[in-house]
């Protein structure tokens, strides 16, 4: 039990190998990198060093794996990561053999140096074992075993605690019991003689003869395989029950597997049932305890080595490691073909809705899904779609204002008989906007449907009195505070247009035209996604000013537009 303690967990971690993960915003193929860093750990056996460190992390508390790195440097020097050529070896060694020679309080996992003294040869050319070896600390990737508060820890070398002593008493009980079931069993069968008068015997003193009479039976039954009895005499066997022994061990056996947090059909190999549909309970909480000692207890020495191998001359790759990686422990749960199809069906379909409402691209849905080491369902975005998706959204926008603009500027000027002489006062006529005199004052936007409603930018609180709509969402109008009425009463009040994003907090613009020289303020901009987006909507609204700009308007203009409604 004591080896399935230790061995289990350490096979499942390096059942599937370890690798690195590169990051999204890389501009590096991961096919450039994975295949060669993969091929460099199976041509180095990496990962038979891990599994065999693993055993001994867990059945000493403690373990190291010490790197014979090629950098020129004696061993007692920390490794020169600028001239190392290669990690040529990984030594598995046990907290008795890899000895810190100084620890302290503040941060005991690393030691100055550590003291090897080992039977075993760390390399082939190495003649005799290694007594009293004075290692840097950079040259041990160290795995260290179950959490110990500092008093326990240094009495214990500055090592954590084993696996196999954290569960020492509750498996000394589960041996005692198992040594009491083994004295029962062989007690079963209790052998019995009767002799008639055997008592009158005994108490006239013929304790001799029955004894002779015992060891002539034993005698009999070794050679003859039988007994010779008197025809008054009888032998039978006394069987003691033992219905109900087969669960006698349970508690026992219950207790060790709470003491390691496993599941009871992991511990005994049993069947799993009850609420675990066919098992998938116990095997999503194996997973789980695998992943748990992957995180915590073998990702930071595995992430040393792995750093040392990228910046490696003749590593894969060729000392220019990626400057965004981390690693990589594959999901030890095995999902079925059925719940891989399943799983990637539903994300079919939200990705489908996704790209339809324009929020993802497909690029980016390709690139999260299978461009990382295995499928995911997490998404990341991609900033230059993100960018072009934003550039599409304003084209789209600008397309749809010419053409509605088109059409409307065929609808309203049809085509002029010849020598006709075209009438500036035909389009519709409104208040004209503060700022210039009468002559120079602009009018009302051109070509827009006269309407009387209200409208609200719910992103900056701002309210108009709606007095033409444009279409394609666009609507013309006076800001009015929450009583219903304009901000400003005089004919020259200020006009305000509302654009088609009004969920979004975007800047609020003001317009001004070039009039004969003078410059003379415009309508406000409110809801548009970019500035772009909003000088072409004032484009299309005045068509006949040559010279519109924009900028957006202070804060405490933009307050003056949203005047009392915060508190309502």
């Not at 082939?124 to 795995?143: I, M, P, W």
């Not at 000013?545 to 933009?558: C, D």
Request: with cysteine.
């Amino acid at each position: 039990m004591v080896r399935r303690i230790v061995d289990d967990i350490a096979n499942e971690c390096t059942r599937e190998l370890s690798t690195i993960k590169l990051g999204a915003e890389l501009q590096v193929q991961e096919n450039d990198i994975l295949p060669p860093f993969d091929e460099y750990l199976k041509q180095s056996y990496f990962h038979h060093a891990l599994s065999e460190v693993v055993k001994l992390q867990r059945l000493f508390g403690g373990a190291g794996l010490l790197l014979l790195c090629d950098d020129g440097l004696d061993p007692s020097e920390p490794v020169d990561e600028t001239n190392l050529r290669a990690v040529t070896d990984y030594i598995p060694l046990s907290r008795y053999e890899l000895i810190p020679t100084d620890f302290t309080i503040t941060d005991y996992s690393k030691p100055e140096f550590y003291q090897i003294t080992t039977s075993q040869k760390l390399t082939d050319l190495q003649e005799s074992s290694y007594v009293n070896l004075k290692v840097h600390h950079s040259r041990v990737a160290r795995f260290d075993g179950l959490w110990l508060p500092w008093r326990l820890r240094s009495q214990n070398s500055g090592w954590g605690q084993s696996v196999v002593g954290s569960i020492y008493y509750a498996l000394k009980k589960y041996w005692t019991a198992q040594d009491g079931l083994v004295e029962m069993v062989q007690d079963a069968d209790v052998f019995c003689h009767k002799i008639p008068g055997l008592f009158q015997r005994i108490a006239s003193g013929n304790e001799s003869d029955l004894k002779k009479r015992l060891e002539a039976n034993a005698l009999s039954r070794s050679v003859y395989g039988g007994l010779a009895i008197d025809t008054e005499e009888e032998v039978e066997y006394l069987n003691r029950s033992l219905s109900g022994i087969k669960d006698a061990l349970d508690p026992f056996l219950k207790e060790i597997s709470m003491a390691l947090g496993w599941p009871s059909s992991i511990l005994t190999g049993d069947s799993p049932g009850g609420m675990g549909k066919e098992g998938r309970f116990e095997e999503r909480q194996w997973a789980h305890i695998i992943e748990d000692w992957q995180a915590n207890y073998m990702l930071k020495p595995v992430t040393q080595v792995f750093d040392l191998i990228l910046k490696s001359k003749e590593g894969p790759t060729r000392g220019l490691p990626p400057e965004n990686w981390s690693v990589f422990f594959p999901s030890v749960f095995v999902e079925t073909d059925k719940e891989k199809a399943e799983l990637r069906l539903q994300m079919a379909q939200v990705d489908s809705q996704y790209v339809q409402l324009g929020v993802l691209n497909p690029i980016e849905i390709r690139e999260s899904r299978f461009g990382e080491t295995e499928y995911t369902i997490e998404t990341s975005l991609n900033e230059a779609v993100s960018q072009q998706l934003s550039v599409a959204a304003d084209e789209q926008f600008e397309a749809q204002m010419m053409g509605y603009e088109a059409q409307k500027q065929a609808y309203m000027n049809p085509p002029e008989a010849e020598g006709a002489v075209p009438n500036d006062t035909e389009s519709p006529q409104g208040a004209t906007t503060a700022g210039g005199n009468a002559g120079t004052q602009t009018k009302q936007p051109d070509n827009a449907r006269k309407t009387d409603s209200y409208e609200h930018y719910d992103a900056q609180n701002l309210r108009i009195k709606v007095n033409y709509d444009h279409g394609d969402g666009i609507t013309i109008g006076h800001p009015v505070g929450p009583d219903g009425q304009r901000l400003d009463g005089a004919t020259t009040a200020p006009l305000m247009v509302f654009g088609p994003n009004r969920t979004r907090v975007y800047k609020v613009y003001r317009a001004r035209f070039d009039i004969d020289g003078e410059s003379v303020e415009g309508p406000y901009l409110a809801a548009f996604a970019s500035l772009k987006a909003a000088r072409t909507a004032c484009t299309r609204l005045y068509p006949r000013q040559n010279k519109v700009s924009l900028s957006p308007i202070p804060n405490g203009e933009l307050e003056s537009l949203q005047i009392a409604w915060g508190t309502y």
